[in-house]
C-alpha cells in the first residue's frame, strides 16, 4: 500500500539540528603560531580506550602552547557507552562520538587516530576486553600509529591495572606498552614495513591522575604546569581544554574553563628514564635532522620580522623557505597552508548539490579569491588539475564551473562500518583508512595556487554549503548514495501470538527519476504482502512511503526482513540514515536494509502508558509496537493533567541527572503512585541528581553493574508478581540480551523494598538490586537498572515480557486479558 509522496530534499532533513561551522581563514596570530610551530619536531602520542578520556588540558599544552606534532589515539569510537542527547545507541553512538572527538582536536589543536576497536560496553578486566577485541589484531593496530605518527614520547592516560577502573582502560595501557617496544622491533608485523619503518621512542609515561576518588599522582613524579597563558590565542590552556571537552556532548561532559597553574604528573614506565623533564633528551628542534641549518636561519627571520598587521609583508621569505627545504623533513603541508593564509588565498570546492547518486556525474563551483594588497608586486594564478592558469586579479572572486573527471564512484559510508562486524571489533582491509578518523571526503581534483611561479597544493575536500534565514552560512559534506534506498524505521519489530502488523517502509530517490523495483524478504513462516513494488520516483530527492503487512505464523523463525532494489541493472540493499546535531556535520550513512522480526507470547493488563522522557532512549517505539498506546508528558500535562488515566509511567534513562524540575516532577509522581499508579523508573548515575531520593523509601544508586550479558539471574523472589503476571518469566527469558545485564544498581535499601532479582559477572559477589518493587499508597514503586533501554529496541522477546509485566504490576490482582 502506498501512503504518500514527498518531494523532499536532503538539506531539509534536519532543518533545526546543522553544523553552521563555515571553513575558516587563520587570522595573524594564528598565522604567528603557526609560524613558531614550524620550529618544532617533537611528537608526543597520547593513548587511551575511549572518547572522553584523553587529557585535553594536557593536549593542548602540547600542540598549542609547546607546539609538538601531539595525537590522541583511541583505541574505541564509544560505542558501548550511554547518550545524553539523543536516542543513537551502538554503532550510531559510535559515529557520534567520533564527531564529537575531531571538535574537541579541532579547538585543543592535537590529531586523532582510533584502532579497530570496538566499544562493546563496561569491561571488569583488561583480560576481557583484550579477549573481545582480539589483543593482537589490536596490537597491531596500535604499532602502526607509533610507527606512523613517529612519537618521541607516548602518555597513556591510564595504568594497566585495576587502578584505572575499567578493564578497557587498563588494556588500552597494557597494549601501549607492549606496542612501544614491539614497534622498534623489525620482526614485529613485518607486513606493515611496506608501508612504514620501524620506530623506537625514546620513552612511554603513564600521566597520573586525581579524580574519581583515586589520586595516584605524588611529589616524586615528574611534573609539567600546563596552566600557562598563550598571548597570541588570548587563553590558557585549561581554558582551551574546556571548550575541547565540552565537544563531549553526549557524554555530558559541559566543563568549566579554568584559569591558574595546573600541574600534570607523569610516572616512568619504559624506555629512558627522565630525571627532570618528560622531554629530556628529546631534541625537538630542527637540528634534529642534518642540513637544516638555512633552513632555520631563514624560518628565525620570518619569526623575527613578522609583521601581525600585514602577514604578507613574510610572503617571498616564505616562498623562498619552501624551495629551500623542499627535499628536506619539514613541514610542508603546514607550510603550505601558511603561505596561502599570508597571501590571504580563499579557495573553496562547493558543489551543487549535497547529495549525488553513485556513478553521477559531480558539478561545482570552485571559488578562489586572492586578498593580497593591489600594490604587492605578486601574480597569482589558480591552476586546476594541470590545465591552464587562471589569473586571480587582488580582491576579485573567481567563480569556475567544473564536473569532476571521476564520477561519484564510492557509496558515502564511515569506512569502520562498510562491513559487518562482530562484538570485539571492526572489519575492513588494506591499510588506506587503518587508523584514520573518518572515511575520506570527495576530493574536487587537483588544486594549485601560483604565487611569483611557486606552485602551493590546495588540500580542501568538496562541500557543499547553502544558507539558512535563522542561522546563516551551513557548510555540510557532500553524499554520494546509492540511486534509491529502501529504509525500515526500526532495528527489530516484536509481534505478538501471530497477530499481523503493517510496517512502513521508505523509498527514497537519489537519482533523477529513479525507477525499480523492491523486494521484500522474510525467514521462515512469515507472510510479506505485497512481496515486490514497483518504483517511480520523479525528481532526485523524493521519497514515498509503502505499507507492508507482516503475519507470523505459529511456527514463524526468528530472522531478518531484508529489503532488495533493483535499478538500472544493479541491485542495492541500503537504507538511509543521517545523525545531526548542531556542534558536528551531518553524518550521512546507508545501513543494511533489513530488520528483525520476532513473534513473542504476550499477555498484557492495561494499555495505557505515560512516558516521560529523560537523556533519549527507545521505549516509546518499542512499547507501541506490541500495541501499547504511549503518551509522552510533557511539562504542562504532567503537573496539570490527571495522571490517575494511565496504568502505568515510565521515566527514561538519566530523567532525574538531567531534569531541574525533577523536585516539583517528583511529588506529582509520588502522589501518582500513592493514589494507585504504577511508575517504573528506569537507571540514573548517582551523580547529580536532582532530588536527593528517587522512591518514596530511601535507597542509594551504587556504581555496581553486570557487564555478562549471560550472566545467570538468579530469582530470589520467584513468586513475586512481576515475575509472573500477566507472563510466567523463566531462565529463558534472559536468553539472548545485548551488551550487559544492567547498570547503576540500587544499593542500601529500606526494608520496605522487595529486591526481586540477583545476579554477578564471573568472579564477583552477587548484586541484588538490578529491580526493586515497593508498595506505596495504593500504587507500585519499581526501580530497575536491567538494560531495556538497549534490550528492547533490539527485539529481545524476554526482555518485552519483563518489562509488560513491570508496567502492570498494578494490576496484579485483576485477571490477565
Known amino acids: 500500500m502506498k501512503l504518500k509522496t514527498l518531494p523532499i530534499y536532503l538539506i531539509l532533513l534536519f532543518p533545526f539540528c546543522l553544523y553552521a561551522q563555515s571553513q575558516r581563514s587563520l587570522n595573524a596570530a594564528e598565522i604567528k603560531q603557526g609560524l613558531e610551530g614550524l620550529n618544532v619536531t617533537g611528537r608526543v602520542l597520547y593513548i587511551a580506550a575511549h572518547p572522553d578520556d584523553e587529557n585535553t588540558r594536557l593536549l593542548a599544552f602540547l600542540a598549542k602552547g609547546m607546539k609538538f606534532k601531539t595525537a590522541y589515539l583511541s583505541l574505541t569510537r564509544g560505542d558501548g557507552g550511554q547518550n545524553l542527547i539523543g536516542t543513537e545507541q551502538a554503532d550510531l553512538l559510535g559515529l557520534l562520538r567520533t564527531q564529537e572527538l575531531l571538535a574537541a582536536r579541532r579547538i585543543d589543536g592535537a590529531e586523532q587516530f582510533f584502532s579497530r576497536a570496538n566499544d562493546f560496553g563496561f569491561s571488569k578486566t583488561s583480560e576481557e576486553a583484550l579477549a573481545f577485541w582480539g589483543e593482537q589484531k589490536i596490537l597491531a593496530d596500535v604499532v602502526w600509529v607509533i610507527r606512523k605518527f613517529q612519537p618521541d614520547v607516548i602518555i597513556t592516560r591510564f595504568p594497566g591495572d585495576a587502578r584505572a577502573g575499567h578493564g578497557a582502560h587498563a588494556a588500552s595501557a597494557i597494549l601501549a606498552e607492549k606496542a612501544f617496544s614491539l614497534a622498534a622491533d623489525?620482526?614485529?608485523?613485518?607486513?606493515?614495513?611496506?608501508?612504514?619503518?620501524?620506530?623506537?621512542?625514546?620513552?612511554?609515561?603513564?600521566?597520573?591522575?586525581?579524580?574519581?576518588?583515586?589520586?595516584?599522582?605524588?611529589?616524586?613524579?615528574l611534573k609539567l604546569d600546563v596552566g600557562q597563558y598563550n598571548t597570541l590565542l588570548g587563553q590558557s590552556f585549561g581554558e582551551i581544554a574546556a571548550e575541547s571537552r565540552s565537544s563531549h556532548r553526549s557524554q555530558g561532559f559541559g566543563s568549566m574553563k579554568q584559569r591558574g597553574s595546573a600541574m600534570e604528573y607523569f610516572e616512568h614506565l619504559a624506555g629512558t628514564p627522565a630525571k627532570k623533564d618528560l622531554f629530556e633528551d628529546v631534541n625537538s628542534a630542527l637540528s634534529r635532522y642534518p642540513g637544516m641549518q638555512q633552513v632555520q636561519v631563514l624560518l628565525d627571520d620570518i619569526n623575527q620580522t613578522y609583521q601581525v598587521n600585514a602577514p604578507?609583508?613574510?610572503?617571498?621569505?616564505?616562498?623562498?623557505?619552501?624551495?629551500?627545504?623542499r627535499n628536506l623533513p619539514f613541514e610542508h603541508s603546514k607550510l603550505n597552508e601558511l603561505i596561502l593564509a599570508c597571501a590571504g588565498i580563499w579557495v573553496e570546492a562547493v558543489a551543487r548539490a549535497p547529495v549525488y547518486a553513485l556513478s553521477e556525474q559531480v558539478t561545482m563551483q570552485l571559488e578562489a579569491l586572492s586578498r593580497l594588497p593591489a600594490e604587492f608586486p605578486a601574480q597569482v594564478q589558480l591552476i586546476i588539475d594541470d590545465e591552464k592558469p587562471v589569473a586571480l586579479p587582488a580582491g576579485q572572486l573567481q567563480r569556475i564551473n567544473r564536473t569532476l573527471k571521476t564520477a561519484a564512484a564510492e557509496i558515502t559510508q564511515?569506512?569502520?562500518?562498510?562491513?559487518?562486524?562482530?562484538?570485539?571489533?571492526?572489519?575492513?582491509?588494506?591499510?588506506?583508512?587503518?587508523?584514520?578518523?573518518?572515511?575520506?571526503?570527495?576530493?574536487?581534483?587537483?588544486?594549485?595556487?601560483?604565487?611569483?611561479?611557486?606552485?602551493?597544493?590546495?588540500?580542501?575536500?568538496?562541500?557543499?554549503?547553502?544558507?539558512?534565514?535563522?542561522?546563516?552560512?551551513?557548510?555540510?559534506?557532500?553524499?554520494?548514495?546509492?540511486?534509491?534506498?529502501?529504509?525500515?524505521?526500526?532495528?527489530?519489530?516484536?509481534?505478538?501470538?501471530?497477530?499481523?502488523?503493517?510496517?512502513?517502509?521508505?523509498?527514497?530517490?537519489?537519482?533523477?527519476?529513479?525507477?525499480?523495483?523492491?523486494?521484500?524478504?522474510?525467514?521462515?513462516?512469515?507472510?510479506?504482502?505485497?512481496?515486490?513494488?514497483?518504483?517511480?520516483?520523479?525528481?532526485?530527492?523524493?521519497?514515498?512511503?509503502?505499507?507492508?503487512?507482516?503475519?507470523?505464523?505459529?511456527?514463524?523463525?526468528?530472522?531478518?526482513?531484508?529489503?532488495e532494489v533493483s535499478t538500472a541493472g544493479a541491485t542495492y540493499h541500503h537504507g538511509f540514515q543521517q545523525i545531526a546535531y548542531e556542534h558536528i556535520p551531518v553524518q550521512t550513512l546507508f545501513p543494511a536494509s533489513e530488520a528483525r522480526l520476532e513473534q513473542v507470547d504476550l499477555k498484557f493488563a492495561g494499555k495505557n502508558i505515560g512516558y516521560l522522557p529523560g537523556a533519549g532512549d527507545l521505549i516509546p517505539?518499542?512499547?507501541?509496537?506490541?500495541?501499547?498506546?504511549?503518551?509522552?508528558?510533557?511539562?504542562?500535562?504532567?503537573?496539570?493533567?490527571?495522571?490517575?488515566?494511565?496504568?502505568?509511567?515510565?521515566?527514561?534513562?538519566?530523567?532525574?541527572?538531567?531534569?531541574?524540575?525533577?523536585?516539583?516532577?517528583?511529588?506529582?509522581?509520588?502522589?501518582?503512585?500513592?493514589?494507585?499508579g504504577t511508575l517504573v523508573q528506569q537507571y540514573n548515575v548517582n551523580a547529580p541528581l536532582k532530588v536527593n531520593?528517587?522512591?518514596?523509601?530511601?535507597?542509594?544508586?551504587?556504581?555496581?553493574?553486570?557487564?555478562?550479558?549471560?550472566?545467570?539471574?538468579?530469582?530470589?523472589?520467584?513468586?513475586?508478581?512481576?515475575?509472573?503476571?500477566?507472563?510466567?518469566?523463566?531462565?529463558?527469558?534472559?536468553?539472548?540480551?545485548?551488551?550487559?545485564?544492567?547498570?547503576?544498581?540500587?544499593?542500601?535499601?529500606?526494608?520496605k523494598y522487595t529486591p526481586i532479582l540477583s545476579m554477578k559477572d564471573k568472579g564477583e559477589q552477587s548484586a541484588s538490586g538490578s529491580l526493586i518493587v515497593a508498595d506505596y499508597g495504593k500504587g507500585k514503586y519499581i526501580y530497575t537498572g536491567l538494560v531495556f533501554y538497549r534490550e528492547l529496541p533490539a527485539g529481545v522477546p524476554g526482555a518485552y515480557r519483563l518489562f509488560v509485566n513491570l508496567l502492570s504490576a498494578g494490576a496484579s490482582d485483576k485477571p490477565s486479558k
Open 186 to 221: 623489525p620482526k614485529q608485523f613485518p607486513e606493515q614495513l611496506a608501508y612504514v619503518k620501524p620506530w623506537k621512542t625514546k620513552r612511554i609515561v603513564w600521566n597520573t591522575f586525581n579524580f574519581g576518588g583515586n589520586n595516584t599522582t605524588s611529589d616524586e613524579q
Open 312 to 325: 604578507y609583508k613574510s610572503l617571498d621569505k616564505l616562498l623562498k623557505l619552501r624551495a629551500l627545504s
Open 414 to 563: 564511515p569506512y569502520w562500518l562498510s562491513n559487518p562486524h562482530g562484538i570485539g571489533s571492526y572489519e575492513f582491509s588494506g591499510v588506506d583508512n587503518l587508523a584514520a578518523p573518518e572515511s575520506k571526503a570527495l576530493s574536487p581534483g587537483k588544486i594549485e595556487i601560483s604565487i611569483n611561479g611557486t606552485r602551493i597544493p590546495v588540500e580542501r575536500a568538496l562541500i557543499y554549503k547553502y544558507a539558512n534565514p535563522a542561522i546563516g552560512e551551513i557548510y555540510q559534506p557532500v553524499v554520494v548514495a546509492p540511486p534509491i534506498t529502501a529504509t525500515l524505521k526500526e532495528k527489530a519489530y516484536v509481534f505478538n501470538n501471530q497477530v499481523a502488523r503493517k510496517i512502513a517502509v521508505s523509498v527514497r530517490g537519489f537519482a533523477p527519476n529513479a525507477k525499480g523495483q523492491l523486494k521484500i524478504k522474510a525467514p521462515l513462516g512469515w507472510t510479506i504482502s505485497p512481496a515486490m513494488i514497483d518504483i517511480n520516483l520523479e525528481g532526485r530527492g523524493s521519497e514515498e512511503q509503502y505499507e507492508l503487512t507482516v503475519s507470523p505464523k505459529a511456527d514463524a523463525k526468528p530472522g531478518m526482513l531484508q529489503l
Open 621 to 676: 517505539q518499542a512499547l507501541k509496537q506490541i500495541g501499547y498506546e504511549v503518551t509522552v508528558l510533557e511539562h504542562n500535562l504532567l503537573m496539570n493533567g490527571d495522571l490517575s488515566r494511565f496504568d502505568a509511567i515510565v521515566t527514561g534513562v538519566r530523567l532525574y541527572n538531567i531534569n531541574e524540575d525533577m523536585p516539583a516532577i517528583q511529588a506529582k509522581l509520588l502522589n501518582y503512585v500513592n493514589n494507585g
Open 693 to 751: 531520593q528517587l522512591g518514596p523509601y530511601p535507597f542509594t544508586i551504587s556504581r555496581n553493574r553486570v557487564t555478562e550479558e549471560d550472566a545467570m539471574v538468579n530469582f530470589l523472589k520467584p513468586d513475586h508478581a512481576v515475575l509472573n503476571f500477566p507472563n510466567k518469566i523463566t531462565s529463558r527469558d534472559f536468553e539472548g540480551w545485548v551488551q550487559e545485564r544492567g547498570i547503576y544498581f540500587a544499593d542500601n535499601l529500606d526494608p
